[in-house]
């Protein structure tokens, strides 16, 4: 009688190992971020993205929610899903995105659904970058702000559609200063939220 | 008592098995399907396709940035050696290769502002022990599977600077050798 259990087990543990497996690899649900390697105040990454060093964990959950992307010697990318107090950001929310001058040759900040998507509207208001910031005259304090409708005054990029988003900073040709000490040299843009709901 | 540890040992190997084998093949997985629906919407090997401008209507890959303008180019090297030449372009820009299992394992500038820049860059992709010796002043790219993937990257945030991308297509190569 010892095949029974040694059958059930062996099923339940081959369809456990497959279900965490697709969980890891952000393949199930929306919680994984884009590495976990470096947190500078909530914006995550990992050096190893795009590399043949990435562990199996990071290369399949890059492969899901940022397939395509470069090494870190060409470009770094920082994601966050929390405003700088630490609230999961919202649609539903309104928020100032503040930053300066970043330590690469471009940037830019993206905004992206759960599911790794630009956001399905038609807003035209997708992302912000340095050349947005250099032609309001304000490439070291630039802000922007982050709404499902237009603010109307100023730069912004459209969270409609975006449910429950993130936001993704690329910065291409990094500096090596950048790469050998995130922490030290990210200027992390400030993310505040301003309003939810009708609070507004 | 014995049997509840029999199925356990049992779960415990089966889980970490099935954990790893379907980790693993993900990304191929991932990227195969990726590559076929590329193939469907009409996208050659072996030859480069520029993106439609990236929007939520046009998106076909996570993450696209909207500042960008993309070219793909699909490779098979099972025959043998393929060719890549990408123009220069005034502001950031970049060729990468991506493996099977996407991995980026080569990125190199065309952006002309950049040191060393030429006005041309010059790839070749090959396989391990593909002969390579009379392409000798090409950049050499050797791949683990012959199926890989080419993207060029241009800095292009409007509508002239997307075309003026488009417009170096023509001028783009890539191609079995």
């Known amino acids: 009688m010892r095949i029974l259990p040694l059958l059930i087990g062996g099923v339940l543990g081959l369809a456990a190992g497959a279900a965490s497996a697709f969980f890891a690899a952000g393949m199930i649900g929306s919680g994984a971020s884009v590495g976990d390697q470096i947190d500078v105040n909530g914006w995550k990454s990992d050096w190893t993205i795009g590399s043949t060093s990435a562990n199996p964990w990071t290369r399949a959950r890059i492969a899901r929610h940022g397939l395509l992307a470069l090494t870190k010697e060409e470009a770094v990318y920082f994601t ?121 | 008592m014995r049997s509840f540890l029999t199925g356990l040992a049992a779960f415990a190997v089966t889980f970490l098995l099935a954990h790893f084998v379907v980790l693993s093949a993900l990304p191929g997985q991932i990227m195969s399907k990726v590559r076929e629906r590329m193939a469907d919407s009409g996208i050659p090997l072996h030859s480069w396709t520029m993106s439609p401008r990236m929007t939520p209507q046009t998106q076909t890959v996570v993450r696209p940035s909207p500042d960008l303008a993309y070219a793909i180019c699909l490779i098979d090297v099972s025959e043998g050696p393929v060719e890549l030449s990408v123009p220069a372009w005034p502001e950031y820009g970049s060729l990468s290769i991506f493996e099977a299992d996407t991995d980026n394992v080569y990125a190199g500038s065309v952006d002309a502002r950049a040191e060393g820049a030429t006005g041309m860059r010059r790839v070749i992709v090959a396989l391990e022990g593909q002969d390579l010796d009379e392409y000798g002043e090409a950049e050499q790219v050797i791949v683990s599977k012959p199926e890989a993937l080419a993207l060029i990257r241009r800095l292009a945030p409007s509508q002239a600077a997307y075309e003026a991308a488009a417009a170096l297509i023509p001028a783009s190569r890539c191609a079995p050798l």
């Open chain 1, 80 to 200: 966050t899903n929390m405003d700088s107090d630490g609230n999961r950001l919202s649609e539903d929310c309104t928020y100032e995105v503040s930053g300066g001058d970043m330590p690469g040759q471009w940037w830019s900040i993206t905004l992206y659904d759960a599911q790794s998507y630009l956001p399905l509207n038609k807003d035209n208001a997708l992302s912000f970058d340095q050349t947005k910031a250099a032609s309001s005259g304000a490439e070291d304090a630039w802000s922007f702000t982050v709404a499902a409708t237009d603010p109307e005054t100023g730069n912004w990029v459209s969270s409609q559609a975006g449910g429950d988003f993130d936001m993704t900073l690329r910065i291409y040709r990094p500096t090596p200063d950048l790469i050998a000490d995130p922490e030290g040299v990210l200027p992390t843009p400030g993310v505040k939220r301003l309003a939810c709901g009708g609070d507004a």
